[in-house]
Structure formats: structure tokens, C-alpha cells
């Protein structure tokens, strides 16, 4: 057995023929904290020393080779050895270093990666520089060395967009120097052997040829124009394309941008939204719950959201049953369904195999008793409850007693759903976002008597969904539709008291939302919440504001694009200010007695902002939330709050 030197208490190392075999053990995804660039510092030191090492392998424990530095020493005072320092020395040693690659190398991982004088991987190993997307750049020489070994344009692709590359491509890409088809650490130790004695590889002592304008603008545009107002891409952009300078340059632009950019509030926002994904799933009392087997999933309406649903279970590796109310219905279920993995096929998310595999899984029908293989069966008919209450009636009589219901309502009360099955304890909202099988967010509805290991059965499926799971409670419009529905509100309020629509609209959008308010609202149609407006007349609190410019317009026949006219005109399909719009609201001012008055895009920003928060803290208080980033997650992935300013709940702290 090799004798093991401890470096520090994340990295030690053994000797194998001759080779220093350094090994990073810093759970859970060897992140290059202080205590591992202390260690590597130690051993790279040793390994100077010693006249018997004649090179040096670096590898990870577990699954990943480094997750990148330490995101959670951002903000907090630099530990000596800085990871550059500890970059440098790895392309400076004497000799060989090869880095093994047993899993991810992502960010300073990577960075790490490239001044070693060799990268060997596993064939499952995945590399990166995602710096971008907490909204940063890389640090540690990434911008620099990249380009050198792979060209300018493939590295601004690479680095700008955040994207991870697989093995096999970074092995084309010329990031990888090759694929371990054996043993990866002997086959690293193979290769350092072979270097020992030749010139050390050294990637800094390459040279980046520029490129032209047309080049990089091919390579970042597209990725720029999605990055709208976050600073980082285009910084990365820049230090790219400009990495034919000496390497001292270069790396000392890098790092003076990497610290402005990570002091500033776009990469906290970012940073906050990375911690929340994974604190979304933890929720208090379910340590230890185990969640139930899920093999089979029942969808019953293969409507918009019920053939969705089925993508993303099939795409999942489930097996669907999809039931509808008509063998008609039933067929135009699958029908959808299987158009959209055709889809799926024709993009190559899917391959041939995979697509007749996914098919295979598929079934439909019309008959309830063939619903009883079902481990969990998720409700998408018709948003009303004697519909649903009656579907659920009928799968208790069918379904075994530990399977598990589930609806997709928007608006009804799950709970009244739950109390009129037989086992209530059984049944949990899972609010799936249209599309169903793109949209990441899963609201998973925690009734009042849903069992805790239910619970953790949902979070389980939306988990291996690729799904963003966030717990709530029950109210109307659960998280996201409630704050929706405020916003909205406040947006009808500032329309009465003197903006139009296209203004707060456009305030929207200079805050970084994709699409204003409105024009969303014309482009999925007026007509569904008008008809929920008219079903609440009779219960309105008459002592609440109630703005009636969107029944005068609906009462037009403006139901929004697909009618032609909205709360915009769409003369030939484009957008346009309609001076109708404009008379319905100044006529609806005038009966209120309203004297209008402007608004600045940051007073708009402000009070829909505020009007967000407020509502917020309104289902933090009532315990619907658990977190407030949860509700900052929900508001990011449904309903287009931009990522780089954290949310609402993180915009207004
Ligand atoms: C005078 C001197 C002044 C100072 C000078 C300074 C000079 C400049 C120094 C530059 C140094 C920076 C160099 C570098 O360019 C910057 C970076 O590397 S930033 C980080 C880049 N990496 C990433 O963005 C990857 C993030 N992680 C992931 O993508 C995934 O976690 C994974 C690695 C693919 C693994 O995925 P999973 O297996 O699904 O695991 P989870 O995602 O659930 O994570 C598990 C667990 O780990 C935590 N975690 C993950 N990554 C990090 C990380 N990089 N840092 C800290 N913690 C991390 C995650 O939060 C989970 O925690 P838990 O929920 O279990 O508590
Ligand atoms: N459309 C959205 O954006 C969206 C988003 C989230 C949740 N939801 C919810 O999803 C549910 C379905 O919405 P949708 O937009 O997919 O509706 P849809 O009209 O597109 O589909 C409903 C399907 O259910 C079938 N159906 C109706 N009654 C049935 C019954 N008794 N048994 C079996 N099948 C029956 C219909 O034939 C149809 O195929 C609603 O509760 C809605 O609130 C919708």
C-alpha cells in the first residue's frame, strides 16, 4: 500500500512509479478553497524538492475533479495562497503535471486544468467556465489561457455563454489532451512518465492569434444579445478578444475585472439565486422522509399542459399511462405527445433510440381501471373542481392505496380537492408552467393534510424531472400567480393614475424583463382572466380598487393577439400604440374623476417593484413561502423577473 503524505486536510498524495499522485477531497464538489490551494500549494512544493518525483498528477475524489473556486469566500477577505498564485506555480514546476480529470472541472477547476502541462479525462467528465453566469469572469487565467489552446472565437463562446462541454467535445476542442479509456489515474501517471525529460507544455507560453471583428462578433453575438444588461458576458467578450497581449497583461486586466464584477450587485444577485436553487429543496421536516418508488406516472387530460407533462415524465425515464375523456380526446393526447418528441428527435435532444424508447413508454386510454398500475397519477383537465373532484373519486376507486394524486390546477383550491378523496393525505398540488416540458419551475402544493413523505415524493419526481421545485402553501394563485395577480394589479392602478401601457411596459423592460406586462397579456389572450374576473364580481370587497379597464377592452372584443387587437393594435402581427386603448383608459380615468399625471420609468420600476415585495412578505407572513428566495425563484423562472437582479424579495432588500 502507497504511503499517503497529507498536505492539508483537503489534499494528500501518493507516490506511484515515480509520480506525486495529488488527490483534492473536499466534499461535496472539491472547490478550491483556502485549505486546498494551501495543500496543492505544499505539494507542488514537495514535489519541486524531491529528486525522486519525477512528475505530478492532479486528480479529485468522488464525482467531480473541481466544482470551481470556493463561491461561498466571495465577498469575504482573500486567504493566501490566492488560486492564481497556485495557477502559476502548477505551469512554472519544474516538472510534469498532468491533470486527471475524473469528473467536472468548472471554473478555477478548469483554469487550473489548462496550466497544468497535460489534461487527460474520463470520457464522463464535463468542462467549463460558467464564471458568466454568477455573474463574474473567470479569474485565474481562464480568459487567457483558453484562446491560446483552443482559438478566440471557440473560447468567447465558450466563456461569454457560461455553457459546459462534454468529454468528447473538449477533447476535439483540443481543451483535453485525451481520454482515459482505462484507468485514469494510470493513465495519467502514464503520461506524466512520458513527459518527464521533455519540455514542459506550458499553455501561457502559447500565443493567441487575434482574431477580426467579423470573427468575434460571429462567436459572441448572439450570446451578447440574450446576455441583455448583464455586464460579465460582454467583459469576457472583451478579455478574450484581446488575449494575443502578453500573458502578464491579460492576467492582470482579468483579475481587475473579475473584482470589480464581483463586488458589484449583479453577481451577488447571481450568487443569491444559485444558493436559493439548492435551498428550494430542503425543507424543514422531511430530513430522513423518504419519498415513495415512482415508476409509473397517470396523466389524466392530454391537453396543453397534460401532453407536456408527459414529455417531461417520458424524457424523465417514466413510464405514462395518459387518460382523456374521449377516445377522440385520447388520441389527439398521444398525437401531441408524440409530436413533440418528434420534435425533439428533429433538434437532436433525441435520438432515434431514445425516441422509440420514449414512445414505447407511452400509453393511452379511457378507461379509469387502467390507471391502477400508477405510482403517482397527475390531474391537467378542465380548471373546474366538480371535473376534478369527480376524476379523483373515480382514480380512488382504481388506484392502489399508496399511490399518489396530484393536481395541476392554477386556481382552485387544492385542499377542497383533497378532502372529498378518500385518503387526502395522499394528494398534492404539482403546478407545472406552460410549457410543461420546458419550463423549469414546479410549484409543489403542500395541502393541509398531504403526508410528509408525499411531499418528499413530489420533490423527488420534480427533481428527476430537471424541474426547479419550490414548496407551497395553499392560496389562490399559490406563489407566483398571487404576486402576478398584485402586480398586475398595481400596473392597472398606474394606468388609471396617468401611464399607458406601452410606458410601463417599457419601464419593464429597461429593468430587464423580456416583455412588458401587456404585451404578455396579449400574446396568452384576456379572456381567461376576464372570465375569472366575471366569476368574482358577485365576491368582490367592494371597498378594494377595482380598475375596469381591462373588462372595457375585453367587452371590445380585444382579447389580445390572436384577436387581432389587445391592450395593443397588431397591425400586420407588429406591436403597435393603439389611440383606442389610449381613449378606453382616459374615458375610465375620467369616471373615476382621476387627473392623470406622468410617470418616470423609475417611479413604474418602483411602485411594481414594491406592489411584488409587498405580496411577498404578505405569503411569507403567512406561511405559503417558506423562504424569500424561494419567492425570488419563482418570480426568475415564471414570469420573467430578470435572474441578474436576484428577484423581487432580493431587489427590494
Ligand atoms: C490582494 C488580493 C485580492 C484577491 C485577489 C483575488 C484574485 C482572483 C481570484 C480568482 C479566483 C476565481 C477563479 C474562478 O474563475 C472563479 C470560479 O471558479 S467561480 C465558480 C465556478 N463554478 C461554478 O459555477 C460551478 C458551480 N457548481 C455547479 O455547477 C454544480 O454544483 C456542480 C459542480 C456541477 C455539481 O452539481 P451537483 O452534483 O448537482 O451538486 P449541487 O449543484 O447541488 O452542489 C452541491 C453542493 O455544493 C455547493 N457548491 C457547488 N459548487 C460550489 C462552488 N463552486 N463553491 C461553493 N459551493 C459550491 C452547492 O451549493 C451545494 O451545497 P449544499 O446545498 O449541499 O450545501
Ligand atoms: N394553460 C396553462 O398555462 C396552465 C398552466 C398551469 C396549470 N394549468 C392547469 O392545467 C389544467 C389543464 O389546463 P390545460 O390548459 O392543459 O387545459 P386543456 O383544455 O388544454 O386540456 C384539458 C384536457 O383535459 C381533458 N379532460 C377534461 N375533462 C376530463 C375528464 N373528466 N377526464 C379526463 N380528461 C378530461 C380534456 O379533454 C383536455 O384534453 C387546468 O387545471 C389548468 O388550471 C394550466
Partial sequence: MNEVTTFSATVSATIRDGILVVTIDNAPVNATSADVRSGLEKALAHADAAPGIRGVVITGA?????????????????????????????????????????????????????ACHYRIASPSAQVGL???????????????????????????????????????????????????????????????????????????????????????????GKILAKARGQKAPA???????????????????????????????????????????????????????????????????????GSGIAVAALGAGYTVIGLDQSLEAAQKGRQRIIGLLERNLASGRLDQAGFEAQATRLSVTVTDADLAPCDLVIEAVFDDLTVKIDLFRRLDKVVRPETILATNTSYLNPDEIAAATAHPERVLGLHFFSPAHVMRLLEVVRCKETALDVLATGLAVAKRLRKLPVVTGVTEGFIGNRIFSAYRREAEYLLEDG??????????????????????????GLEIAWARRKRQAAIRDPSERYVEIA???????????????GWYAYPDGKRTIDPEVTAIIEAERAKRSIAAR???????????????????????????????????????????????????MFAKS
Fill in 130 to 220: 460558467p464564471e458568466v453566469k454568477l455573474g463574474i469572469v473567470p479569474g485565474a487565467g481562464g480568459t487567457q489561457r483558453l484562446p491560446r489552446l483552443i482559438g478566440v472565437p471557440a473560447a468567447i463562446e465558450l466563456i461569454a455563454s457560461g455553457r459546459i462541454a462534454k468529454a468528447k467535445e473538449a477533447l476535439s476542442l483540443c481543451i483535453l489532451d485525451e481520454l482515459a479509456e482505462t484507468d485514469l489515474v494510470d493513465a495519467a501517471i502514464e503520461a506524466a512518465r512520458r513527459l518527464t525529460g521533455a519540455s514542459p507544455r506550458k499553455t501561457g507560453e502559447l500565443t493567441a492569434a487575434p482574431a477580426d471583428p467579423t470573427e468575434i462578433d460571429k462567436a459572441s
Fill in 598 to 648: 406622468s410617470f418616470s420609468q423609475d417611479e413604474i420600476q418602483k411602485r411594481l417593484l414594491n406592489a411584488m415585495a409587498a405580496e411577498g412578505e404578505a405569503l411569507l407572513a403567512e406561511g405559503i413561502a417558506a423562504r424569500a428566495s424561494d419567492i425570488d425563484l419563482v418570480m426568475i423562472n415564471g414570469y420573467g423577473f430578470p435572474a441578474y437582479k436576484g428577484g423581487p
Fill in 62 to 114: 468522488g464525482k467531480t475533479f473541481i466544482g470551481g473556486a470556493d463561491i461561498r469566500e466571495f465577498g469575504k477577505p482573500a486567504i493566501e495562497p490566492i488560486l492564481p498564485v497556485v495557477i502559476e506555480k502548477i505551469e512554472a514546476s519544474s516538472k510534469p503535471v498532468v491533470a486527471a480529470l475524473n469528473g467536472a472541472a468548472l471554473g478555477g477547476g478548469l483554469e487550473l486544468a489548462l
Fill in 499 to 524: 401611464a399607458l401601457p406601452h410606458e410601463i411596459d417599457a419601464a419593464l423592460e429597461d429593468y430587464g424583463f423580456p416583455m412588458g406586462l401587456f404585451a404578455v397579456y396579449d400574446m396568452a
Fill in 551 to 565: 373588462d372595457r377592452l375585453c367587452e371590445a372584443g380585444r382579447l389580445g393577439q390572436k384577436s387581432g387587437r
Fill in 235 to 305: 467583459e469576457a467578450v472583451r478579455l478574450v478578444a484581446s488575449s494575443h497581449r502578453p500573458l502578464a497583461a491579460g492576467l492582470a486586466d482579468e483579475r481587475a475585472t473579475f473584482l470589480t464584477l464581483r463586488d458589484s450587485r449583479e453577481a451577488a444577485a447571481l450568487r443569491h439565486i444559485f444558493f436559493a436553487e439548492r435551498e428550494a429543496s430542503k425543507v424543514a421536516g422531511l430530513e430522513g422522509i423518504d419519498a415513495r418508488p415512482v415508476v409509473t406516472i397517470g396523466i389524466c387530460g392530454l391537453g396543453l399542459m
